[in-house]
């Protein structure tokens, strides 16, 4: 397999932006990310018929005619980051696009479950890009058989996984049925939470620390296997109470894969250890504040959990599902009292210093998660239907994505981790609940 870029281009806006919006205050919450990390995905669109050879090239001016349009409603995307600054410079130099020819076909390596190594990585810009990059990139792929792969990547300085697929649904209404049918979005985070001194909590960067010996494993689980998470999550063979909630798809999920991570640190060192795990939480519909449901940026914290060894060597499901969802509930009720930036800026800092104090405690395992799932990846419908699969990119750094799958019944676990973690990982997948 070969992906070769035939052409790159600047996609600008179909319409210049207006002088009072070309210069973008980040929030306080977006000056947490480095400029150069992106945020990438990649949809995939499996050929329906020979007509599909035909209409690539078509395709692909259907798609640039799309994104100059939407560029005009999220224009900070067709900018560039003022370096060392808490600006975006909305000056329409505009997006990159790619053009690529990916050898072989695309429904063949979906079948055979290929696409989950290395060729992930050449259907999407790469993750880590120059300060003075575009912020988005687009890498459109088209397979020898007519499938398609639509590779996306853009900055994390001003992008969540919310804001990520909001533009990408909105892009593709655009292609399909035209950009009069989408609604604008707000970019106006900052008027909650405006630019300040984060130096406290500025040196704390995990996601940057990359490591080439980071090996990854894709778990999928269906509404079957769900349900039987769920089940086994409600069994206490300690006889110390049921669970008093019905936990979500999510919190059984992150329990099954931390519980068999608690495991796996047991058989590498011989006794269980202490871990934290931790969930971005999206803050959106969450405050007191009156934040639009359209709202761009980074707006999210995260959910802490702690695990103690005690005299029960077994960690059950029950009881580390348990420790997720009152992390969960505690951050929450933190956000629900929320009535200003300042008290939105005092629980991401809170929650950032107590992960700074715990990466900086060596002894103590720390498990990152996150999670897209509910949220639209499989509604990118450019006008050839949607999606068969949607893909994270692999990333050398420790950390686990959860993402719907495509029937919207299932969850995709992406799980990275050092490679010699991952073989006690695998060993434990299998362990009784």
């Known amino acids: 397999m070969k992906v070769q870029i035939l052409a790159r281009k600047l996609i600008t806006p179909s319409s210049p932006t207006p002088l009072n919006l070309q210069k973008l205050k980040i929030s306080c919450l977006d000056q947490n990310f480095p400029s150069n990390y992106y945020t990438s995905c990649i949809f995939y669109y499996p050929a329906s018929g020979e007509e599909d050879c035909v209409n690539t090239a078509e395709k692909s001016k259907q798609l640039q005619k799309s994104l100059s349009e939407i ?27 790619l053009e690529a020819k990916a050898s072989g076909c695309l429904s063949e390596f979906l079948k055979e479950g290929e696409l989950e190594t290395e060729l992930r990585n050449h259907l999407a810009p790469p993750l880590f890009q120059p300060e003075e990059s ?46 009069d049918r989408v609604h604008s979005p707000s970019f106006q985070l900052s008027s909650f939470c405006p630019p300040k001194d984060m130096s406290s909590i500025k040196t704390f960067s ?8 980071i090996v990854e494993k894709r778990i999928v689980f269906n509404s079957a296997a769900l349900s039987s998470l769920k089940a086994a999550a409600h069994v206490n063979v300690n006889n110390s109470g049921s669970l008093k909630y019905e936990p979500s798809r999510v919190q059984v999920v992150t329990a099954f894969i931390w519980r068999a991570l608690i495991k796996a640190s047991q058989a590498r060192y011989g006794c269980l ?94 498990y990152l998660f996150n999670s897209w799932s509910r949220f639209p990846i499989y509604e990118a419908d450019f006008g050839w239907e949607r999606p068969e699969w949607v893909s994270s990119v692999y990333a050398p750094m420790e950390g686990i994505l959860l993402l719907d799958s495509n029937d919207g019944d299932g969850i995709e676990a992406w799980v990275r981790l050092k490679e010699n973690t991952m073989l006690h990982f695998q060993q434990m997948l299998e362990i009784k609940y």
């Open 134 to 179: 575009p912020l988005l990139i687009v890498q459109f792929n088209m397979f020898e058989c007519g499938g398609l792969a639509i590779g996306i990547s853009v900055t994390h300085k001003i992008v969540d996984g919310f804001t990520l697929f909001t533009f990408v649904d909105s892009w593709a209404t655009a292609c399909r049925i035209g950009i």
């Open 71 to 97: 560029l005009t409603l999220y224009y900070p995307l067709g900018g560039r980051y003022v370096k060392g600054s808490v600006f975006i410079d909305c000056n329409d130099n505009g997006a990159e696009y």
């Open 273 to 366: 250890c202490p871990s934290y795990l931790t969930h971005l939480v999206d803050m959106r519909r969450r405050t007191a504040l009156p934040i639009p449901g359209n709202m761009c940026g980074n707006f999210g914290t995260m959910s802490i959990a702690q695990f103690i060894p005690g005299d029960d060597s077994t960690v059950q499901l029950h009881d580390v599902v348990n420790r997720i969802h009152e992390g969960m509930s505690s951050t929450f009720s933190e956000c629900a009292k929320a009535s200003n930036g300042d008290d939105i800026i005092s629980i991401v800092t809170n929650e950032m210093l107590m992960m700074k104090e715990i990466f900086e405690t060596t002894e103590i395992d720390v």
């Open 206 to 213: 995990p996601r940057s620390k990359r490591d080439n010996t």
